[in-house]
């Protein structure tokens, strides 16, 4: 594809300062980055390496409590960092546009999606309002959205989380702006859907010949959208280069170890003969308060010391089995036996010692931890309310408990979770699930919240503590290369219902479910070349919810692989 | 031209240069407006305007520098931690302490501050300040300073004890609300309702004259006091106790006892006039304090730490006392300066009726009303109580917008 190589961004030796504790400190510490027309950048880094507020500063933008101290921002010959307010502002919107990572959050719910779109346009007097009308469905016709005529004119709450992020990406293209700044677009998305926004940003993106800033901390996305990618880490660029050959030939140490995460692995395990299950779900049918099913006849078995992985787009029922195992929702029809005794079906009418053996962490330590109790406490508590623990053997309990995950104990016992990172307090989150003294834990997502690197360190952990305390896991994920790494059983839910089941290895050799099949295919891969390859294989319109929706109960494989 | 005239000019005008010079953009603003509006006041009004807007801008000037050094000495005898909040106060804010910290001291050292009883008729009436009397003398002849430092101490203390016992009521009622939910956050919420649905004076009125005044005797206070502590108490006891009869018996026990010697001891504290005023306070303002609890329990309960508590088998109280409170008490405090205005002003407010604190006790309300009579001759004497209500209105304000300030997460 022929691009034209006029220099649209140039940002020179760009310094951003957060105030923080009552002090200015450096968050971006120098960071070049040159950006031609048509070009596709991709930003990489873990949480807090500063890419977001680069993105931002690419439309002359500072967030709240951050300033622009020094540098330059060159926009198509513009110099942003001393040009006025008002001339920023005219450019956003027209000449530089912003997709943020959630749609949900960033549309305004009171209004429709088309009286969004259209407003850009009909501001800054490029087109009427009809005409921008008609613009934005031909872009919705573009983005392959289901029903263009139609869509524009719904409210952003009765559309898809993948729909409404396709149609944030047409409202960025209403002006056909030069540069668009894609900030983690597809993050909260699940995997299925977020094939569908990739093929579509790009596709749209190729068209136009936009530049644009692809923001993402999954490699794999980043290979399929960028031109040349550029890793950042702590504010500071570490290394720049064209995708294939960042991909194939990383330079940096850090780059390199990137590159390296998914290659966690561990032994797979078989069940145990003979033996009663742990935790078995027994036909279980569970809904919220008279409203629909979310479980339907969901049925499977946990074996001491083994891993359960629960796969599933969000809304297959995975977090709900969950809180029907934990008794937080009393499952309608079916029950939960614990080593082949049945559990009551409410928290409530538990003993305190059913209550210890099934402990949960959570996906967001953030909201899991109280934020206003120390550490000591958050970890002391059970060990104190379970095994009457007291004093100084409750402080060497608390204290062995942090050893275990590999925090040093001193520094960490008076401390309070806002004072610790996302991957500290996640780890402080299984500490309190193992002060417990449990056989069985469920983790709820843990690692979707952390970066690659974090998660990996997570995962570790949990595996050596099976190893040492011949713990049970159930592993809900929406995550199939977490699942590679650590499962031993595999659970896949669609619509409420289990649609497969079995040994991992099973699972990942053909024949699948088509679901399952669906799902293994579109997780991304750092090949560059993936996503073309996959579009060409099942054709552009057999991906993501429309192709689950294709799915038929009287498929072959359907019936080969249902239990 | 008056040596004052000159030397207050030349005073300005080299500050104002100085902060121009130094460029202290700010001080300079300041000092050059204030200049150039006693300019032109001074033209208009001669030497005497010019002498007030003096007066007024070094008071001014003395208090912010009083603000100052105050949060300077609280943040250099505060704990570590402590020192580090008391650093982002305004100069607002510690005005603000500095005042309730005057009144706090004149309230609790009354009998040594005031020269003069509350009671005692030292003068004729409406006698004019001198020597002795530094206000002059009241209706009666007693003296108006003696009384407003003893007013300090009657006043504040049932405003506090009204506003802690709505407090007590509301807080615990909206905690335990908020975690049963169910019917029985619905029959609180109604009942609240219903409270808030007459105003709040109409309805102090009418149960002023019930039970207060002149029919407040000790037997009808205990018992309403009583009554009063077993319900407040009684939500700590569903709270607290297990599924079990004995627990309740016992709590049920324990709950009469304490009860009775708080009643006992409030008795003691306060007339039986008072206590009943305190009543009336709590049960007004309660319904405001619980809904506000209700609300900010409410979303603290919906955290996944609370799961997590509730599903390691953790009883209401724990998860009260130690996951919800300490996620809530910003906003409560912040609530409880707001209501502290409130009541103080309700209880002036009912004095001046005359429901209030009853004579001869000294009360800033009652005050009001008593020398009323005297503002048509042009004296002044009215204002200093009604004065001493609004420093300590304005002042709690200011400590309480800073707190609410910080509690809302706002960062300038």
């Known amino acids: ?563 | 031209m008056s040596i004052f005239v000159i030397g207050y000019y030349t005073l300005l005008l080299a500050a104002s240069c100085l902060a121009a010079y130094f460029n202290k953009r700010t001080w300079f603003l300041l000092v050059f407006s204030l200049t150039l509006v006693s300019f032109i006041l001074g033209i208009v009004g001669g030497a005497s305007m010019l002498r007030g807007v003096a007066i007024a801008a070094g008071m001014l000037a003395l208090s912010a520098m009083v603000a100052y050094a105050f949060r300077e000495f609280l943040i250099a005898i505060a704990s570590n931690d402590m020192a580090k909040e008391l650093r982002t106060a305004p100069l607002t804010a510690a005005f603000g302490m500095f005042v309730i910290f005057t009144y706090a001291i004149a309230g609790i050292f009354a009998p040594w501050i005031a020269p003069f009883g509350e009671a005692e008729v030292i003068s004729t009436a409406f006698a004019a300040p001198d020597g002795d009397m530094l206000l002059g003398a009241d209706q009666l002849g007693r003296d108006m300073f003696s009384r407003i430092i003893y007013g300090a101490r009657n006043t504040v203390a049932l405003a506090l004890a009204g506003t802690v016992m709505a407090f007590l009521l509301g807080a615990l009622a909206g905690l335990l609300a908020a975690t049963t939910g169910g019917w029985f956050d619905q029959v609180l919420g109604r009942t609240s309702d219903v409270i808030m649905s007459i105003p709040s004076l109409i309805f102090a009125l009418l149960m002023l004259s019930i039970f207060g005044g002149a029919l407040a005797n000790s037997t009808t206070s205990f018992w309403l006091m009583f009554g009063f502590a077993m319900v407040t108490g009684l939500l700590v006891v569903v709270a607290k106790a297990e599924n079990n009869v004995l627990s309740w018996l016992v709590g049920l026990a324990i709950l009469v006892g304490v009860s009775a010697a708080f009643s006992l001891g409030m008795l003691t504290i306060f007339n039986p006039s008072e206590v009943i005023l305190i009543l009336v306070v709590g049960v007004i303002y309660s319904p405001r304090v619980f809904r506000l609890t209700r609300a900010v329990a409410g979303n603290v309960v919906v955290m996944d730490y609370i799961e997590a508590a509730k599903l390691r088998g953790e009883g209401k109280w724990y998860l009260i006392r130690r996951e919800i409170l300490p996620n809530s008490t910003a906003p409560l405090i912040a609530e409880f300066g707001l209501e502290f205005c409130f009541v103080f002003l309700l209880v002036a407010g009912l004095s001046f009726l005359g429901l209030g604190i009853q004579p001869p006790t000294a009360d800033w309300g009652s005050m009001v009303r008593e020398n009323a009579t005297l503002i048509s001759f042009g004296d002044i004497t009215p204002l200093i109580p009604a004065a001493a209500i609004a420093l300590l209105t304005v002042a709690v304000n200011f400590v309480v917008d800073w707190m609410l300030h910080r509690s809302s997460g706002l960062k300038d």
């Open chain 1, 1 to 563: 594809m022929p691009k034209s190589k006029d220099v649209l961004l140039e940002i020179r030796d760009l310094q951003i300062q957060g105030y923080s504790d009552e002090q200015w400190v450096d968050i971006i510490k120098g960071v070049d980055l040159t950006l031609h027309r048509g070009e596709v950048l991709g930003l990489i880094g873990e949480s807090g390496a500063g890419k977001s507020t680069i993105g931002a500063a690419a439309m002359g933008y500072a967030r709240d409590g951050t300033r622009i101290s020094g540098g330059s921002i060159e926009f198509d010959g513009m110099e942003l960092t001393t040009a006025s307010e008002s001339d920023r502002r005219a450019l956003r919107g027209s000449r530089i546009a912003y997709v943020a990572q959630s749609a949900a959050a960033s549309f305004n719910p009171a209004h429709k999606l088309i009286d969004q779109h259209t407003e850009a346009p009909v501001q800054y007097r490029l087109k009427k309002r009809m005409e921008a009308q008609e613009d934005a469905i031909e872009l919705y016709r573009r983005l392959r959205l289901p029903n263009p005529e139609e869509i524009g004119f719904r409210y952003p709450h009765q559309v898809s989380g993948g729909q409404l992020q396709r149609a944030m990406t047409a409202m960025a293209m209403s002006c056909r702006p030069d540069l668009i700044i894609f900030d983690e677009p597809t993050t909260a998305l699940d995997v299925t859907t977020q094939i569908e926004v990739l093929a579509a940003i790009r596709d749209i993106v190729d068209q136009f010949n936009t530049a644009a800033i692809y923001i993402t901390h999954d490699l794999a996305v980043v290979a399929q959208m960028a031109d040349t990618i550029k890793v950042l880490l702590k504010g500071e660029e570490v290394e720049e280069a064209p995708t294939k050959e960042m991909l194939d030939n990383p330079k940096e140490d850090y780059t390199k170890s990137l590159w390296a995460v998914r290659s966690l692995k561990r032994e797979q395990k078989v069940r145990p003969k003979d033996t009663t299950p742990l935790i078995s779900v027994r036909n279980v049918d569970a809904a919220y308060s008279s409203g629909a099913k979310v479980l339907d006849d969901v049925s499977f078995d946990v074996y001491e010391g083994m891993t359960v992985a629960v796969v599933g787009e969000s809304g297959s029922g995975k977090s709900t089995t969950a809180r029907v195992i934990t008794g937080l929702l009393p499952p309608m029809k079916g029950d939960v036996l614990f080593k082949g005794e049945p559990f009551p079906p409410d928290y409530r009418n538990r003993t305190k010692d059913q209550l210890r053996q099934c402990q949960m962490i959570y996906q967001m330590a953030d909201t899991a931890l109280n934020p206003k109790v120390q550490i000591s406490e958050i970890i002391g508590r059970p060990a104190q309310f379970y095994h009457g623990l007291k004093g100084a053997a409750l402080k060497s309990r608390v204290d062995e408990l942090l050893d275990l995950i590999e925090l040093e104990p001193s520094k960490y016992y008076n401390r309070y979770p806002p004072e610790l990172s996302g991957g500290q307090k996640q780890r402080i989150g299984i500490a309190r699930a193992l002060a417990a003294d449990p056989t069985f834990i469920i983790c709820d997502e843990v690692t979707s919240a952390l970066d690659q690197l974090v998660a990996e360190g997570i995962l570790r952990l949990l595996n050596r503590l099976q190893k040492e305390l011949n713990l049970a896991y159930m592993f809900i994920t929406h995550d199939l290369a977490t699942v590679r790494a650590i499962a031993d059983e595999v659970v896949v839910m669609q619509h409420g219902k289990v649609v497969e089941q079995g040994p991992k290895t099973d699972m990942f050799t053909p024949p699948h479910h088509p679901y399952t099949d669906l799902l293994l295919s579109s997780v991304p891969e750092m090949d560059p070349d993936w996503l073309t390859t996959l579009l060409e294989e099942r054709g552009v319109d057999n991906v993501g919810e429309a192709a689950s929706s294709n799915i038929k109960p009287g498929d072959a494989k359907v019936q080969g692989t249902q239990l």
